[in-house]
């Protein structure tokens, strides 16, 4: 087979990756899962897009190759729905010729790559092994967010008050005053802030108010809700 661009060196002992194959092609889905089963990975081929949004795992990470035009949901429509569902897995566009456009498209909103049918073998194992690799880092980092959220959670509305200021670097006796000053008949003393912060601090598992800062530009809690 051939492909429209130079051929990558192919991924070597690459560990063993979880691989959707959507393609109502079923002479396609065979010849790329037997690829994927000669490589080691794990295939699993779905013959439409409502099928597999059905019942993958989109919580798991892996690659998806997903074909641009099937009948029923195309494949756009399928990525539109992965993205809808927050799914860590990665997209691998595989397009015939004349979809160029849509290629593309898919690629600017979020997908690894596109491929045009027919492509070449290295090509593909380069570019799912790739999916795959981003898909694990998405994975991790959203569940350090989950993780870190939940902490968040835990802590009380008046020490989530105290962190988002302590975040900004400033003092405990700044944080006092600017506390004062927003319900004046809640008047607050450094010391009882610096029990805050030591409570804070055990509970979000963290060392610094640079960590908190950190921690609170992530989650996105910078502002103090209404």
Request: charged residues 25%.
């Amino acid at each position: 087979m051939t492909d429209h661009r130079p051929t990558p060196t192919a991924v070597v002992d690459a560990p063993a990756l979880h691989v959707y194959i959507v393609d109502d092609d079923e002479g396609v889905r065979h010849s790329l899962a037997a690829l994927l089963l000669a490589g080691g990975h794990v295939a699993e081929p779905f013959e439409s897009g409502a099928d597999f949004l059905a019942r993958a795992d989109l919580s798991r990470p892996g690659c998806v190759l997903l074909d641009l035009r099937m009948d029923g949901m195309s494949g756009l429509q399928v990525f539109d729905a992965m993205r809808q569902r927050g799914s860590v897995l990665k997209t691998v566009f595989l397009s015939a010729h004349g979809e160029l456009a849509s290629a593309v498209a898919a690629v600017k909103q979020g997908a690894v790559d596109w491929l045009e049918k027919p492509c070449d073998e290295a090509t593909l194992l380069a570019a799912v092994h790739r999916a795959a690799t981003l898909s694990q880092e998405v994975a991790v980092h959203t569940q350090r967010r989950a993780l870190l959220m939940e902490r968040w959670t835990a802590l009380s509305p008046r020490q989530q008050e105290v962190a988002r200021l302590l975040a900004t670097g400033i003092s405990s006796k700044e944080a006092a005053r600017a506390l004062a000053q927003r319900d004046p008949e809640r008047p607050i003393d450094p010391r009882t802030v610096d029990t805050h912060r030591s409570a804070i601090f055990l509970k979000l598992d963290i060392r610094s108010s640079h960590e908190l800062g950190m921690l609170v530009e992530d989650l996105g809690l910078s502002r103090t809700p209404p």
